[in-house]
């Protein structure tokens, strides 16, 4: 690739970052080191009425949480009003901007004049010359309007005709009729410019080669390519990236998912007005896990490996991979993700977690044993939230039990099985494992008991539910006399 590869993400700080945007920042950050190039980061604050406190420091927090280094910025458009000012002067010089002067007031009577005919107003060439604008009014009335102070906007001059042939790297070819395209706002009447200039110009002026972004912004692309060409500039390519679509699949995933199926789409917390939304990480994610899932939203490595580490993403990846439509999210994929990456986890990382909690919660332990624990609940370790409680077992016991567990297990004998079990712990002299599990499997049998019921009553009175680590590896971990204990509570409890 000949041109020095330059990527931007350019985020809105309209609101904290949601999954759609960090995927897009993933995207435009595998491309760019895959080809030696930069990832910058520019905040689009051109509407400060929208501005959201907090957001770029969520933006910035979530992109270091993922490991997404930026290399350039971040950049703030409101720090750049000069060079806009220098550029929209420049368009209006080249004869592709002038100044209009319609009020909002003016305007809306226009559109509702028109919505009567069935039709719909477009401020352009066919009306252009009607209105109050640069166009129409002669130099000497246009100076005297801005002499006075007259409100007004800046506007592009859009050709009114023919066509304007676009090129996205994912979709071809992309047609805009012009006619459909009004004389788009450039400057608002506060002398600030809009999103879609100073959009252009920063591309411009930063020198980036390649615009990824999602395909909300495929509307816009006829104007921003009128107005490179306006200036004569060179344009960047464009790749308009398609929607993570909701759990259904149909529309566009949005925040208000998240809070109907209890999934995060944050990456990390976002506090606003004293409420906190969890994101990836308090929800116990690993952030290689959750990129390693949003890089095969939308992307095909073309093999069947699903595992992916940065360094294997950045590898591997290519704009040829992308999909051109969109990609369901799958909530429950995440967590498979996540397990997955758990497991890939240094031993070392791991039993630290397990330490730090268990010194928080001030709970006695012996560290000597701590590596025994993290081989056990490792394979079924899903979030790192749950590190407790799948090795709560292992140093404390139950303070009550789990009624569905009682209701699958317990029955009205259960109470003499109890004791009978807490006598054959006692009697097993050498404790040896696999002789225990015998001598239950051999009580069962005589006594005409559900083997399974019998170890998930064992597995109740040790872990307070049926799930968890290896019962006989728990039981082992634990030894006789704890065990017994542990037994003899659950019968006194079932007196009760």
């Excluded at 398609?242 to 529309?251: D, E, T």
């Excluded at 590596?371 to 090795?391: G, N």
């Excluded at 079990?421 to 097993?428: E, H, K, M, Y």
């Excluded at 019998?454 to 006789?480: C, M, N, T, W």
Aim: glycine letters at 8%; charged letters at 30%.
């Amino acid at each position: 690739m000949s041109k020095h590869v330059r990527v931007r993400f350019a985020p809105s700080p309209t609101g904290p970052l949601h999954i759609g945007g960090l995927r897009t920042a993933l995207f435009n950050y595998l491309f760019a080191k895959k080809n030696s190039g930069d990832f910058i980061v520019r905040i689009e604050d051109t509407d400060q009425k929208r501005y959201v406190e907090g957001s770029e420091k969520h933006i910035i927090g979530s992109l270091e949480w993922c490991g997404l280094m930026i290399d350039e910025g971040p950049y703030r458009q409101s720090e750049r009003n000069e060079l806009y000012n220098e550029k929209i002067n420049e368009l209006i010089s080249l004869g592709h901007a002038y100044y209009a002067f319609d009020s909002k007031e003016e305007l809306e009577k226009l559109r509702l004049s028109y919505e009567k005919k069935g039709e719909t107003f477009i401020y352009g060439y066919k009306n252009r010359l009607a209105l109050k604008n640069s166009l129409s009014l002669k130099k000497e009335e246009t100076e005297s309007l801005i002499g006075q102070g007259k409100d007004y906007v800046i506007r592009f001059k859009n050709l009114g005709k023919g066509e304007v042939v676009c090129f996205d790297s994912l979709r071809g070819k992309v047609v805009f009729p012009i006619n459909t395209l009004d004389d788009k706002v450039l400057y608002k009447s506060d002398g600030t410019p809009t999103y879609h200039f100073a959009n252009v110009v920063d591309d411009f002026e930063m020198k980036i080669s390649h615009v990824i972004r999602g395909e909300e912004w495929l509307p816009s692309l006829g104007l921003h390519w009128l107005l490179y060409d306006s200036f004569g500039w060179d344009k960047p390519k464009f790749v308009h990236l398609p929607l993570i679509l909701k759990p259904q699949g149909k529309g566009k995933l949005s925040k208000r998912d998240g809070e109907k199926f209890g999934f995060p789409v944050y990456p990390i917390k976002w506090v606003s007005n004293k409420n906190e939304m969890p994101g990836y990480k308090e929800f116990g994610f690993l952030p290689d896990a959750l990129v390693n899932f949003l890089a095969l939203l939308g992307w095909n490595p073309g093999t069947e490996k699903e595992l992916f580490s940065m360094e294997d993403l950045i590898r591997s990846f290519s704009i040829k991979g992308l999909n051109n439509s969109g990609a369901r999210f799958d909530p429950e994929k995440t967590i498979w993700f996540n397990q997955q990456h758990i497991r890939l986890l240094e031993n070392g990382f791991l039993e630290q977690q397990l330490v730090d909690v268990l010194e928080k919660k001030g709970i006695l332990f012996d560290k000597k044993k701590i590596p025994v624990v993290i081989s056990l609940i490792r394979p079924r370790l899903d979030l790192m939230t749950k590190i407790y409680s799948a090795s709560k077992c292992f140093f404390v016991r139950p303070s009550g039990y789990d009624k569905k567990g009682i209701s699958k297990v317990a029955d009205a004998s259960s109470l003499g099985v109890l004791r009978d079990l807490a006598v054959i712990f006692q009697n097993s002299s050498a404790f040896i494992l696999s002789n225990l599990k015998s001598d239950i499997h051999e009580y069962s049998k005589k006594n005409s008991l559900n083997f399974g019921k019998v170890l998930g009553l064992i597995r109740l009175s040790l872990v307070g539910e049926l799930s968890g680590a290896d019962l006989f590896e728990i039981i082992g971990f634990l030894e006789k006399e704890e065990a017994v204990k542990r037994i003899e509570t659950l019968a006194d409890y079932l007196t009760k």
